[in-house]
């Protein structure tokens, strides 16, 4: 008998089983074996009960279903429609996929999150699942007993490849809405990375701890530590605090030579002084403004009176082409044989978004003038940072 007489040999037997027993409706169940909604070129193919072959089906378009998955089946006409799944999809690795009921994984029972959707992945590189994302509910979470949370978190497997590997301690919940109005972000570090006008925290004396600690000034950390905002003007009440302006992930670079920068500096002209570049400087928008930071010491070498002037040139890193000279500070040398330090802010003007190199340079007002890095005598400290 060949494939196409056995599965019209079956269809029939199983019309007739099912005339007799729902007085017309013709219904089956079966287990889902190829699925578009796991591989998006598989057709939709399931192997009815009482045969091993598996069968082209249609299904209603509301949810996905994965290989493995038990479905339940009613005829249309001539065709076999899927109307809904009796399980998720298995535990196996190796396929994207996303799996929804209150039949969670372990690792998610252990922490309380009974309920879940969870959103699986693979390596790209490996083939591997490694792990998911997921949305729940608990009552045990980050909250009182009673209190229903909503979470939106992941887990990562320890080993890749094998979802039986990961524990409660790799659940990361990293952001919790319960139903009494609290919010936490928990487990991993939040930072903002657009445009963001302002951001405003009531009850501040709770969350805020440190001002300016461990990061240049203006900062704001919170008291994981590992979470802060860089804005340009905080203000603070008995209630709530407010920080505006550019909030930028990795606005600020630094250059420190100790004892390593040996240049002379004389005349008139600008010189680049060697070690004192900071090539990976990624300005991140158009209409933000530089802050640099020079400040180090040197040695005055003759006794014509002169006046040091200190800046930076800023080159594109995309060709090379110079943006500008930007003088920063300066300073009167009046003596002879004299070691003076130097230290300068400013604000530069605008430039466009893009990858720059940042270079100290230095000149003297007179031909004559001259002024020595001296080696392991001197230090040079460059910084740059972006702000609104």
Not at 18 to 43: E, M, R, W, Y
Not at 115 to 127: E, F, I, P, Q, R
């Amino acid at each position: 008998m060949s494939l196409a007489d056995d599965i019209a040999s079956y269809v029939a037997d199983a019309d007739d089983a099912n005339d007799a027993d729902s007085g017309g409706l013709i219904t089956a169940a079966g287990t889902v074996a190829t699925s578009p909604s796991a591989v998006s070129t598989d057709p939709l193919t399931v192997v009815l009960d009482g045969s091993a072959v598996a069968v082209p089906v249609k299904q209603f378009r509301a949810f996905p279903v994965f290989p493995g998955m038990r479905v339940g089946l009613v005829r249309i006409g001539t065709d076999w429609v899927v109307i809904g799944s009796f399980t998720n999809p298995g535990a196996g690795t190796g396929q994207q996929r996303m799996a929804v009921g209150a039949d969670t994984p372990p690792e998610l029972q252990t922490y309380g999150i009974g309920v879940a959707m969870l959103m699986y992945d693979v390596d790209k590189t490996s083939g591997l699942e490694v792990g998911y994302f997921f949305i729940g509910v608990s009552n045990t979470l980050d909250s009182t007993a009673n209190e229903k949370v909503m979470l939106f978190g992941h887990v990562k497997y320890p080993t890749p490849g094998d979802p039986s590997s990961p524990t409660a301690s790799n659940v990361k919940t990293d952001h919790q809405i319960n139903l009494e109005g609290f919010t936490w972000f928990k487990d991993s570090s939040v930072r903002f990375l657009d445009s963001v006008p302002y951001v405003r925290f009531h009850s501040a004396d709770i969350i805020f701890e440190q001002y300016g600690v461990g990061k240049p000034d203006p900062a704001v950390w919170f008291m994981n530590h590992d979470t802060w905002f860089y804005g340009h003007q905080v203000s603070m009440n008995p209630t709530e605090f407010w920080v505006h302006g550019r909030l930028f992930q990795n606005n600020v670079r630094t250059v420190e030579n100790d004892g390593t920068i040996t240049a002379t500096v004389l005349g008139t002209s600008n010189t680049l002084i060697p070690g004192a570049a900071i090539t990976d400087v990624t300005k991140e928008l158009d209409g933000s403004r530089m802050r640099v930071r020079i400040e180090g010491t040197g040695y005055r070498s003759n006794a014509a009176y002169t006046r040091l002037h200190y800046g930076v040139q800023i080159r594109n890193n995309s060709g090379g082409a110079v943006v500008g000279n930007y003088d920063v500070g300066r300073m009167g040398l009046s003596v002879a044989n004299d070691r003076r330090g130097y230290s300068a802010v400013r604000t530069l003007p605008a430039i466009a978004a893009g990858s720059y190199t940042v270079q100290v340079y230095m000149r003297t007002t007179t031909a004559g003038g001259q002024f020595e890095l001296g080696g392991t005598e001197d230090c040079l400290n460059l910084t740059w940072e972006e702000i609104h």
